[in-house]
Nanobody, 122 residues
């Protein structure tokens, strides 16, 4: 069974950092691109970052470029999202999902995790 489980969310002050984890089971990261998405209350789910199945290509939404970094640990079969310089507008539920190729097209992704809440507030 293909499964992704997010963790690492929490409450952080503006300017702070968090590292989210997306642990995969039932498949290996070598065969799947992994994307991070987020959904704030009352807003549509949007793409944040993606890493290709080879790990050699990464994408970022303009709103997080220079602040967020996506990476992966093949041995742990886990993808990470390091989030620095967090802003209140980064507050959302963050999800990871798998796809054949990197994109921010929601319909191309499957095996969605349950999400992890990130709240940026003083």
């Amino acid at each position: 069974q293909l499964q992704l489980v997010e963790s690492g969310g929490g409450l952080v002050q503006p300017g702070g950092s968090l590292r989210l984890s997306c642990a995969a089971s039932g498949f290996t990261l070598d065969y799947s691109a992994i994307g991070w998405f987020r959904q704030a209350p009352g807003k549509e789910r949007e793409g944040v970052s993606c890493i290709s199945s080879s790990g050699g290509s990464t994408n970022y939404a303009d709103s997080v470029k220079g602040r967020f970094t996506i990476s992966r640990d093949i041995a742990k079969n886990t993808v990470y999202l390091q989030m620095n310089s967090l802003k209140p507008e980064d507050t959302a539920v963050y999800y990871c999902a798998g796809a054949k190729y990197c994109s921010f097209q929601l319909l191309a992704f499957g095996s969605w995790g349950q999400g992890t809440q990130v709240t940026v507030s003083s």
